[in-house]
């Protein structure tokens, strides 16, 4: 696929000290890739990187509430992203939910890999499909099924 990445980071307020934490455990990879990030959390990202001695790419979009979250599924649109983290409260509402579900669809239906917890995020960064040449991402098919083959009928 490619070796640069350009990977959405986003992390609500709850969730903002584990994404750091994430951020500096993962500091050598994530330096390698173009880090887009929600204005409030790539502050914190920026800062991290900047405390570990590492140099990072790190762009900053307007805060989540005020249309950071919109302006990533834009870029999520336009296929300038490869990878999202987006680590979630689910424990607290958030007042700009539709567009946290706008952002997390878009990623759907656009076939962007997307992590809401840490454990999904290091598999997807450790994969080797990223720097395989030959792989490339099928397709996504919305074609309606009519029926079940007879080898899935019950």
Same mark, same amino acid.
């Given at each position: 696929?490619?070796?640069?990445?350009?990977?959405?980071?986003? +992390?609500?307020?709850?969730?903002?000290?584990? !994404?750091?934490?994430?951020?500096?455990?993962? +500091?050598?990879? =994530?330096?390698?890739?173009? =880090?887009?990030?929600?204005?409030?959390?790539?502050?914190?990202?920026?800062? +991290?990187? %900047?405390?570990?001695?590492?140099?990072? $790419?790190? %762009?900053? !979009?307007?805060?989540?509430? !005020?249309?950071?979250?919109? $302006?990533?599924?834009? !870029?999520?649109?336009?296929?300038?992203?490869?990878?999202?983290?987006? =680590?979630?409260?689910?424990?607290?509402?958030?007042? #700009? $939910?539709?567009?946290?579900? *706008?952002?997390?669809?878009?990623?759907?239906? #656009?076939?962007?890999?997307?992590?809401?917890?840490?454990?999904?995020?290091?598999? *997807?960064?450790?994969?080797? =499909?990223?720097?395989?040449?030959?792989?490339?991402?099928?397709?996504?098919?919305?074609?309606?099924?009519?029926?079940?083959?007879? %080898? #899935?009928? %019950?």
């Amino acid at each position: 696929m490619k070796t640069k990445l350009t990977i959405a980071l986003v +992390a609500h307020d709850h969730r903002k000290a584990d !994404m750091v934490d994430w951020v500096k455990y993962n +500091a050598q990879y =994530l330096s390698r890739h173009h =880090l887009v990030c929600t204005g409030t959390t790539g502050g914190l990202i920026r800062e +991290a990187f %900047e405390q570990l001695g590492i140099p990072a $790419e790190v %762009e900053c !979009m307007k805060s989540g509430p !005020m249309g950071g979250d919109a $302006e990533i599924a834009a !870029m999520v649109v336009r296929n300038e992203i490869d990878l999202a983290v987006f =680590l979630i409260d689910d424990l607290n509402p958030q007042p #700009h $939910e539709a567009d946290i579900q *706008m952002l997390l669809r878009q990623c759907r239906l #656009h076939n962007v890999p997307i992590a809401c917890n840490r454990i999904s995020a290091d598999l *997807m960064i450790s994969s080797r =499909l990223w720097e395989d040449p030959d792989y490339t991402p099928a397709e996504q098919s919305y074609k309606h099924f009519d029926r079940v083959p007879p %080898e #899935h009928a %019950e």
